[in-house]
């Protein structure tokens, strides 16, 4: 048909990077192998994540000999979610594949992952069933952290922190990501009531760089779960949160005050010695406290504002 090139591809492989200058050339290239042999049509979206080393200089090269390979950078290092949200808004396929670019994910998987996807499931994540990380520092800890979001979450995964995971591009289209909020792609997923699943995969040690993350993502990860899980059920309605609590607090302290006034007015009884006063008096402004805060949230919902375009330093390869 038309120069492979500006097909629309069926495939988009999501790449955030922060400093890999050392992977990035091998990673292509296998990347490339891997995927020829699917023979599908397909791009490459790199985002740099504010790299202070050659990665973005290597990048330009890449794309201008490679059409496959699209490139963002971002002015700053905005974390690895913001580099995620922003290669699925850009990403055209109709499957998104996200890895990492130190090369300890295996491109060789990207087969398995659209193969698990092709039988119904919207996203497949990986489990680095085998992994080549120290013990102490990274999995124990993540093997704990694991157990916490799978209980909590309620969904049955072993590894929420692999960086190599399959979507169909609806559900990437709808995740709001932020902070650190990569790790729970699948959690928002499947409350969001789309079929998610797990398939095991070859996990390589690092072989160039070192990695970004200290222990402190396990506790910042614990944290952000209790953050997910708020925003996932009253992000949109603040106010059912907030107004209820307001409703029943108003409610109460209006029938004490009531009462109050009518002993006052009718039994003619003096309220200087009545503690409960100060407590229907109180009721009544937590009460409207709450709704205030309510439907500020409210508020806040209506003007978020998404910044596209004024993230990007150089964008290549987009119309
Ligand atoms: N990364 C990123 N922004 C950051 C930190 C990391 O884009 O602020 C990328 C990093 O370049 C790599 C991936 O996220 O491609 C996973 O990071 P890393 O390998 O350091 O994590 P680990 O393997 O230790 O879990
Ligand atoms: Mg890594």
Redesign the pocket.
Known sequence: MINSQIEVPDLSVV??????HGSIEELTHKLNDSIHQLNINYEIIF?D?GSVDNSFKLLQEIHQRDKHVKVLQFRK????AA?LAAGFKRAQGRIIITM???L?DDPNEIGNLIDKLNQGFDLVSGWKKERY?PFLT?RLPSKLFNRIVSWVSGIRLHDF?C?LKGYNSDVAKVLDLYGEFHRFTPVLAHWAGFRVTEIPVKHHP?KYG????GLARFTNGCLDLITIFFLSKFKKRPLHLFGIAGLISFFIGSVISIYLAFQRIFANQYLSNRPLLFLGVLLIIVGIQFVSIGLLGEMITETQKSHEGVLYKSELGFN
Do not use: V
């Open positions: 790449i955030p990077l922060y400093n890999e985002i994540d290092n905005y974390g690895k580099a990492d670019a130190d300890q990380d990274k922190n960086g690092r070192k990695s970004k993350y």
